[in-house]
């Protein structure tokens, strides 16, 4: 079973994380932040994960702890429910449209972490949540989750929309990624022998 979990306790958060990659998309997703909810919710359910995710933060100061917090302890479970990756699909892109918006999203489970990012918001809020905090959940998952990760939005004007294409962008993305490819016959896919 390709699951994990992980607490992570700082003296800003509290988080608990629980995954299954070989879900049905259920989420239990509490963090304390409306807009982050949202966006979990949606990761699941487009990935086809189970995930919970339960945070007690900071939120007095703002929500950047407790994003950066959870996305720290979510990619940390996926390279932890991944394992040695036997088997995967490893490389997956996507163009997800959203109404006007449309933002790609290409991936490769290579256990080097980094992050292209090139989405930009007009307005600094979404409700109450801080636009640049998209970025900074992208960025934390990327290094914890230990994929090369690149997320460009091509156009698009609603705020709300250009955010919700990277997350559902990401799942669609994660979801064929972790796909087991049977002409791989459980193999690490690299010539390395590993990743
Ligand atoms: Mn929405």
């Known amino acids: 079973m390709r699951t994990a979990s992980v607490s992570r306790r700082t003296s800003e958060t509290d988080v608990s994380v629980k995954l299954a990659l070989d879900g049905a998309g259920k989420a239990e997703i509490a963090t304390g932040v409306g807009f982050l909810?949202?966006?979990l919710d949606l990761l699941a359910r487009h990935a086809l994960f189970d995930l919970t995710?339960?945070?007690t933060g900071d939120t007095h100061i703002d929500d950047h702890h407790t994003?950066?917090?959870s996305a720290i302890a979510l990619g940390q479970a996926f390279a932890q429910a991944l394992g040695d990756k036997?088997?995967?699909?490893?490389?997956?892109?996507?163009?997800?449209?959203?109404?006007?918006?449309?933002?790609?999203?290409a991936l490769d489970i290579s256990g080097r972490p980094f992050l292209v990012f090139r989405t930009a918001f007009a307005r600094d809020k979404i409700g109450t949540f801080d636009t640049e905090l998209v970025?900074?959940?992208f960025q934390a998952f990327a290094?914890?989750?230990?994929?090369?990760?690149?997320?460009e939005t091509l156009y698009g004007d609603n705020q709300h929309h250009?955010?919700?294409?990277?997350?559902?962008?990401?799942a669609r993305a994660l979801r064929r990624?972790?796909?087991?490819?049977?002409?791989e016959e459980g193999r690490v896919p690299s010539t390395k022998g590993s990743l």
């Open 135 to 137: 970025r900074e959940w």
């Open 67 to 69: 994003v950066e917090d």
């Open 53 to 55: 995710v339960s945070v």
């Open 143 to 151: 290094m914890n989750a230990g994929i090369t990760l690149h997320v």
């Open 177 to 183: 990624a972790v796909a087991l490819d049977p002409r």
């Open 37 to 39: 909810d949202h966006m």
């Open 162 to 170: 250009i955010a919700e294409s990277c997350f559902k962008g990401l």
């Open 86 to 105: 036997r088997g995967i699909a490893r490389y997956a892109d996507v163009h997800l449209p959203m109404d006007e918006t449309l933002t790609r999203v």
